[in-house]
């Protein structure tokens, strides 16, 4: 029987809300955690078997996780037994198991099984496991959990790469730990986004000044235009003039003829008003961590809202 081993799924809304409790209190203990993270979540189902496992796993970072596919014993109108198998472990081949119980079959190292068949479809996954008549299923059951990986063990290494002083280290991290990285990680990226959205907006912004002291004095704009004998004369003049920047001077000498309307004035004092706005957020955002956090909170709740699902 295979083991598999590395850091497994989990229930996406189940980790949202422990990180949202992490960032209440960074204290928080990993039983503290385990009122949200109930353990890991599989894709494919199954059962887990018992919170040891889980709980060494996020206390050390390592630990050996049992898990259990998901059966029912039919009895069948002429009195025989039926196992049904409807979730595999994670990771688990379906058509290799299948083989390794005809070969335990075979070799009669399993008895009472007399017919073995697949019946899953779009709707799920069915295995049927016929039984002979005198086949007590419950005991077939439990040679089948020892001997396949009906039964298996999902071993987990809590193993990532961390940065320190710079450089990426692997380490093994207890729970408490990821969700202190995995935070450290959000604020970074939160902040680079941040800083890069706050230096668009003021470029922006600092071109619709110079567009708007263009408009407050269009007709004298125009004259030193038309006078000038190329744009670079024409930008020079209104630099000195308006005491304008050279991104300034080439947005007004780039400037269509429609941008003198006033309707066209209202449009850019509209989106100058926005982005004032929007500076002032963004600012807002890197001046307080309470305010960041509160953006990564809003963030992975939408996240969770819109990519979550319940526990499988």
């Known amino acids: 029987v295979g083991m598999a081993t590395s850091i497994p799924p989990h229930n996406l809304c189940e980790i949202v809300d422990a990180v949202k409790a992490y960032m209440k209190n960074n204290d928080i203990t990993v039983k503290g955690l385990m009122k949200y993270i109930k353990g890991p979540d599989f894709p494919t189902g199954a059962a887990i078997l018992g919170r040891k496992g889980i709980d060494q796993a996020y206390r050390t970072g390592r630990g050996k996780i049992k898990v259990r596919a998901v059966t029912n014993i039919e009895t069948l109108p002429n009195g025989k037994s039926r196992i049904i198998v409807t979730e595999l472990p994670y990771l688990v081949n379906k058509a290799r198991l299948i083989e390794k119980i005809a070969e335990l079959v075979r070799d009669k190292k399993i008895d009472g099984i007399t017919d073995l068949n697949d019946h899953s479809s779009r709707e799920g996954m069915r295995i049927c496991i016929d039984l002979r008549r005198d086949a007590n299923a419950n005991v077939v059951l439990n040679q089948l959990y020892k001997h396949t990986q009906l039964q298996d063990t999902f071993g987990v290494i809590m193993l990532c790469l961390v940065s320190v002083n710079g450089s990426l280290q692997p380490k093994v991290l207890t729970l408490p730990e990821m969700l202190e990285h995995y935070l450290a990680h959000q604020e970074d990226v939160v902040t680079r986004r941040t800083k890069y959205d706050l230096n668009k907006a003021q470029e922006r912004a600092h071109i619709l000044e110079g567009l708007l002291k263009a408009l407050d004095n269009i007709d004298e704009v125009i004259s030193i235009i038309r006078a000038a004998r190329n744009v670079q004369i ?21 400037m269509r003829l429609r941008a003198l309307t006033g309707l066209e004035r209202e449009k850019l004092e509209a989106e100058y008003a926005e982005l004032m706005e929007k500076i002032r957020k963004l600012q ?17 709740l939408a996240i969770a809202e819109k990519y979550g699902d319940d526990r499988r």
């Open 234 to 254: 024409a930008k020079q003049e209104l630099m000195e003039r308006f005491e304008l920047t050279d991104v300034q001077a080439q947005a007004i000498v780039d």
């Open 284 to 300: 807002a955002i890197l001046a307080d961590r309470n305010t960041l956090l509160r953006v990564i909170r809003e963030e992975i």
